[in-house]
């Protein structure tokens, strides 16, 4: 087997935060969020990771501070959201250029998993497609993912629906699902016409009597794809704590909610609710309250709610 | 450098205006010929160095400035007040140079002055606003702007820039919803917030007007504070729609005044 990690997006709604780096590099309590996923991975199982040029350089910067030394990188020759090959095109691409012929675990880069990867691959029946899903607490909000009928025996999937506007069903898809190596000509032949719709290959495989399990999850899963669930998603991990990273600093400062201060990252007489800085910030007397404060920004003197800042912003109170 | 030149042919040109009004005012009331009982000498003297002070209270004014607009009331407004001003200093530079007032003899001239210096420099001012904004807008357009936002608000500024030949030009739109529009106004949209950076190094931008995402205020400002680029925010992103807004200060802090509507005009000096 084979894992197949999809990380070439541009993430324009986390814009500035994914202006220099994709969204699988985005930290989340402390390190980043394709780490979370790649961490679990059984160490036998070879991993590629899709990305797009744009962020080429970020990838190979973190691959040289990864210990996963069987990550390999594939760069899609795209730079703008309009030049994308699509999620399954590239998977398709990267089948087909490497001649793959093993059963393949595909992943979302941008999604936090609670629930442990190895239960998938546990439950994974050589030949048979499965899907890792996770039941919303409210079927409204299934309209935003591809949504999992289950058929009555709860392992197989009656019908799969991509972003359906009225949701039969709370269950969704978690961006894990494992594609057999003997279902892959089916999937080259999907991505011809719909490179963009990676749920959909499960409706192909249904619609041509292919069965598809699934194996659902009570434990957190985040697709961090705004800035709430980004902020959700570490509160999640975080709790009610603050989270340091190397040489940060912390002092006479209140806090309250998840606070995480990256590497070099200083905080004095401040207050702070749900922030997340990223590395190298500064931050003197503020009151900063769901914020996320990307690296090098100096902050002083200053109120700010519900706000994401880029790269290198200075705000000094005159 | 075309901007810088054309600011300084203006400078000049509204110096020697100023002189030469001041001389036909001269030359109207005393007659085409040089008077032995109001010396023109003296008189010339006192308007070449009045001429520069006046320069500068008019550049108070900010009339010169880049996105004033000539034609406005207001603008006409400040020129014959510092026409007004021109006279008065002139007066007062001809009694302490010369001891000699024009009581008596000339004061129609300083009637003419000011009427010469208010309109007709107010005139040229027109002219040469129309000339130097129809060269500024010359590809390369001096003023590149980004505008963000592809709204309705958005496409009516454009609208209004092209149609009075704004020296800011608009030569590219970001989106931050992504719009699927492919231009505005005839003028193209890039894409989404991620491409700002490449769209201002790309398109060597002056200035940016926010007409959209209040929630990227912060970092539109930190990139054009990074770049030296000007910005400029839509009122209406922070849902100010009302035609009768103001930026003020109160107590030093600048800020942003809607005052009821309907009140007496004679309100305007007192409110």
Partial sequence: MRAFILAGGFATRLWPLTEKRAKPLLPLAGKPLVDHLIDQLPKEIPVTVSINAAFAESFERWKTTNSHSRVEIVVEEARKDTEKLGALGAVAQWVTERKIDDDILLLTGDNYCGFPINDVLAAYQPGTPIIAAHALSDIAMASAFGTIIPATDGKTVQAFEEKPALPKSALVSTGISIIPSRHLAVLVDYAKTKPDNIGGIFEEFLRRSIAVEYRAFTEPWFDIGSFEAYLEATRAIVGEHVHLGQEAICVTTKTEGSVVLGNRSSVRNSTLENVILFEDCTVEDCVLSDCIIDDHCNLKGIDLSKQMLREGTVLRKA | ?271
């Fill in chain 2, 1 to 271: 450098m075309r901007p810088r030149l054309l600011l300084g042919l203006w400078l000049a040109t509204d110096l020697a205006l100023f002189v030469g009004f001041y001389c036909l005012a001269y030359f109207l009331r005393v007659g085409f010929y040089l008077s032995s009982d109001f010396p023109f000498r003296p008189f010339f003297w006192s308007v070449l160095t009045v001429a520069p002070v006046w320069l500068l209270v008019l550049g108070t004014t900010r009339t010169f400035a880049l996105m004033r607009s000539q034609r406005t009331l207001r603008n006409a407004s400040y020129i014959a007040y510092s026409a007004l001003v021109g006279v008065a200093l002139f007066t007062l530079a001809y009694y302490f140079e010369f001891k000699s007032s024009f009581q008596g003899v000339s004061r129609l001239l300083l009637l003419l002055a000011f009427v010469f210096t208010s309109i007709g420099i107010w005139l040229w001012h027109l002219l040469f606003h129309s000339f130097r904004r129809s060269l500024l807008r010359r590809s390369p357009a001096s003023y590149p702007t980004l505008i963000v936002g592809a709204t309705r608000e958005a496409a009516a500024l454009i609208g209004k820039l092209n149609l009075h030949r704004n020296p800011l030009t608009p030569v590219a739109v970001l989106d931050g919803r992504g719009t699927s529009e492919k231009e505005l106004s005839g003028v193209p949209v890039f894409g989404k917030l991620d491409r700002l950076e490449e769209i201002l190094e790309k398109e060597h931008i002056t200035h940016l007007i926010q007409c959209s995402n209040l929630e990227q205020t912060l970092n539109l400002l930190s990139a054009c504070r990074r770049r030296s680029i000007t910005f400029l925010l839509l009122p209406s992103v922070m849902g100010i729609v009302e035609a009768d807004k103001q930026v003020e200060s109160l107590e030093g802090h600048p800020v942003t005044v809607v005052r009821p509507a309907g009140q007496p005009w004679e309100e305007w000096f007192f409110r």
